[in-house]
């Protein structure tokens, strides 16, 4: 697997094959997190995961940020084992916090060669998160982009997420965090 920054992406411009991608923070790599990079996988182009190197939270809310699931080592690793043939990392500092979520996308599509895109339901994008998974698609359609928006996974009545994992795991509730890793917690390198 091959890893740029988003510099290097954005210096490198026509060079990149055809992508698809999925974007987020990907902390844990968690099933619903899965399904993402699986249909990625299955678009037919270069599959390709757009993160970060560091979570947002840590500059935008440093007081509410309770620590990273996996480390970033380790969410490069399971992407590899996933298919992922690319994964674009972002500094969120400097210009780029400050980038609308419009200029994020169309940077994705002119520079990165994005032909498909896949988020959640629940994602949001650009200074203060200007930009929904609806606009999202909206601009990817002006674009001639496909994109699919993916319904948040359930397990148990309750919304797969990584604030879910980090409760459980504070509560010792272990068998709850790997029903929502999709993994066993002693062995984190290995999704289903």
Sequence with gaps: MQTLTWDDMIRRGAEHPASAMTIGVFDGVHRGHQVL???VTEQGFCPV???FMRNPKQALAPHSYAGNII???EKLRIFERMGIQRTILIDFSGEFRHLKGREFIESLIYKGNLRFLVVGRNFRCGYRLDTDAQAVQHITAEH???SEIVEP???GGERIS???IRAALREGD???AAAFLGRDIA???HPD
Aim: proline share 4%.
């Design 153 to 155: 996974l359930m397990s």
């Design 37 to 39: 990079i699986r249909k």
């Design 71 to 73: 480390s970033l080592d």
């Design 174 to 176: 272990y068998a709850k």
């Design 144 to 146: 001639g982009v496909g």
């Design 187 to 189: 062995n984190p390198h």
């Design 162 to 164: 990584s604030s879910g």
């Design 49 to 51: 995961v757009v993160t």
